[in-house]
């Protein structure tokens, strides 16, 4: 979280809107955190898009698309990969914007079989609110165990793998208590 993967897929969005593309974006209808139909970053970029329930949903409204960019790829279920073939293999370009792990530390949703399937991956790091070394791990220090939360500054932080270590030791000795 806080790295910037939405800030990116809206700019890779625009110029592809800026080459006269045919661009589609969807993002999963759950995300309501920012708007109910936009996809907005965190420092307040936005593009309207389409809201879908699953993945699937996405070939049933895509047109002519050329472009499709998808949003919080990892609340979709494993057909997102699927989709994104399929996508992919009829010419369209496909961007999906997500994060590769969960609060734990684990693979998140198909990210990761995504990124197998991927031409390219860009990973993007977001700085860790500790020591300022980039931060690949998001901490969530809300106490819910549930995988998936959306959250913000008040649920999360962004953290490097040592001071992820640190604060999930610290967690555990809370709980302890």
Same mark, same amino acid.
Request: hydrophobic share 40%; charged share 30%; aromatic share 6%.
């Given at each position: 979280?806080?790295?910037?993967?939405?800030?990116?897929?809206?700019?890779?969005?625009?110029?592809?809107?800026?080459?006269?593309?045919?661009?589609?974006?969807?993002?999963?209808?759950?995300?309501?955190?920012?708007?109910?139909?936009?996809?907005?970053? !965190?420092?307040?970029?936005?593009?309207?898009? *389409?809201?879908?329930? *699953?993945?699937?949903?996405?070939?049933?409204?895509?047109?002519?698309?050329?472009?499709?960019?998808?949003?919080?790829?990892?609340?979709?279920?494993?057909?997102?990969?699927?989709?994104?073939?399929?996508?992919?293999?009829?010419?369209?370009?496909?961007?999906?914007?997500?994060?590769?792990?969960?609060?734990?530390?684990?693979?998140?949703?198909?990210?990761?079989?995504?990124?197998?399937?991927?031409?390219?991956? *860009?990973?993007? !790091?977001?700085?860790?609110?500790?020591?300022?070394?980039?931060?690949?791990?998001? !901490?969530?220090?809300?106490?819910?165990?549930?995988?998936?939360?959306?959250?913000?500054?008040?649920?999360?932080?962004?953290?490097?793998?040592?001071?992820?270590?640190?604060?999930?030791?610290?967690?555990?000795?809370?709980?302890?208590?």
């Amino acid at each position: 979280m806080f790295s910037g993967k939405t800030e990116e897929l809206i700019r890779r969005l625009k110029r592809a809107n800026f080459a006269r593309q045919k661009v589609e974006i969807f993002k999963p209808a759950i995300d309501v955190r920012y708007d109910t139909v936009r996809v907005v970053s !965190h420092d307040e970029k936005a593009v309207d898009s *389409t809201p879908v329930q *699953t993945a699937t949903e996405i070939l049933l409204r895509v047109s002519d698309a050329e472009v499709v960019g998808i949003d919080e790829g990892q609340f979709f279920g494993d057909d997102l990969v699927e989709v994104c073939s399929r996508l992919a293999n009829a010419g369209v370009r496909v961007i999906v914007a997500g994060l590769d792990m969960d609060f734990e530390g684990n693979p998140f949703g198909p990210m990761p079989a995504l990124m197998a399937i991927a031409e390219s991956v *860009t990973k993007v !790091h977001a700085v860790c609110v500790r020591c300022g070394n980039p931060a690949q791990y998001s !901490h969530r220090f809300s106490g819910s165990k549930k995988r998936v939360q959306l959250g913000e500054t008040d649920a999360y932080e962004p953290l490097c793998r040592t001071c992820y270590l640190k604060a999930v030791e610290e967690d555990l000795r809370k709980e302890s208590l």
